[in-house]
Nanobody
Framework: QVQLVESGGGLVQAGGSLRLSCAMS????????MAWFCQGPGEEREFVAA????????DYRDSVRGRFTISRDNAENTVYLQMNSLKPEDTAVYFC????????????????????WGQGTQVTVSS
């Protein structure tokens, strides 16, 4: 079993930056795909970015591509999401998620592809 704890959220002005961290513990050797999702007020949870443990293959939602960067440190069992040029519409609770599987392109961006979730960290971007 894997446990995930997110941190790094907060309040930032539009145009600012934040770096989210997701600390993994437990059976981390079983983790293959790691991802970030977000859920805005009154909205469904949606995919933000994903990275594979083995070869650093990444995937991003179109609206964050070029502004957000997902990375991982296998030695530290931590996944990061560097968020630059933040916009008010980025305001959401951000969740870390992991899967022990190599996911298809479709499942990589779907909640159903992931079996373990963190509790989330709030990001608020003011205009």
């Amino acid at each position: 079993q894997v446990q995930l704890v997110e941190s790094g959220g907060g309040l930032v002005q539009a145009g600012g930056s934040l770096r989210l961290s997701c600390a993994m513990s437990g059976r981390t050797s079983e983790v293959y795909t790691m991802a970030w999702f977000c859920q805005g007020p009154g909205e469904e949870r949606e995919f933000v970015a994903a990275i594979s443990r083995s070869d650093d293959t990444t995937d991003y939602r179109d609206s964050v591509r070029g502004r957000f960067t997902i990375s991982r440190d296998n030695a530290e069992n931590t996944v990061y999401l560097q968020m630059n040029s933040l916009k008010p519409e980025d305001t959401a609770v951000y969740f870390c998620a992991t899967s022990p599987l190599v996911l298809s392109a479709e499942l990589t961006s779907s909640e159903t592809g992931y079996s373990t979730w963190g509790q989330g960290t709030q990001v608020t971007v003011s205009s």
